[in-house]
C-alpha cells in the first residue's frame, strides 16, 4: 500500500507538470475535468420559487420534472421538493418518465 501511494504520488505530480504545460502552450487536456467536479452554486428559497414558476408559465403545454430542472439550474431533488410543497400551485398529468407537470391557472 505504501508503495502504491508512492506512484500515485509521482503521477500526481506528472499530471500536474503536464497541466502546467499544456496551459502555457494553450492546450486543453481534459485532466483537470476529471479531478474537478462543478457544484451548483446555492440559491435561496425565492430564487428556486421564481424559477420554477417562470418554467411552468412557459410551458402551457406541460413540462416534465427533469426539464424544469434542466432548463432553470435547480438540482432535480430541489424541483421534486418544491413540487410536493406547492402541490396547490401545480397539477400533474401521467406517470413515471410520461409525467408532466402544469401550473394551475388560477395560481400567480
Same mark, same amino acid.
Given at each position: 500500500?505504501?508503495?502504491?501511494? *508512492? =506512484?500515485? *504520488?509521482?503521477?500526481? /505530480?506528472?499530471?500536474? %507538470? ?7 502552450? *494553450?492546450? +486543453? ?8 467536479? +462543478?457544484r ?6 425565492? +430564487? ?13 403545454? *406541460? ?6 430542472? %434542466?432548463?432553470?439550474?435547480?438540482? =432535480? ?9 406547492n ?5 400533474? /398529468?401521467?406517470?413515471?418518465?410520461? %409525467? %408532466?407537470?402544469?401550473?394551475?391557472? +388560477?395560481?400567480?
Amino acid at each position: 500500500m505504501a508503495e502504491r501511494k *508512492g =506512484y500515485e *504520488g509521482k503521477m500526481a /505530480e506528472i499530471d500536474a %507538470k503536464i497541466q502546467h504545460i499544456c496551459k502555457e502552450l *494553450g492546450i +486543453e487536456v481534459g485532466l483537470e475535468t476529471a479531478t474537478k467536479k +462543478e457544484r451548483r452554486t446555492k440559491m435561496s428559497g425565492h +430564487e428556486i420559487d421564481a424559477k420554477i414558476l417562470e418554467a411552468l408559465k412557459n410551458a402551457p403545454q *406541460g413540462i416534465s420534472q427533469i426539464d424544469i430542472s %434542466k432548463s432553470t439550474g435547480v438540482s =432535480y431533488a430541489s424541483v421534486v421538493n418544491w413540487l410536493k410543497e406547492n402541490a396547490g400551485k401545480v397539477r400533474s /398529468e401521467g406517470e413515471r418518465k410520461g %409525467k %408532466k407537470v402544469f401550473l394551475v391557472s +388560477e395560481c400567480c
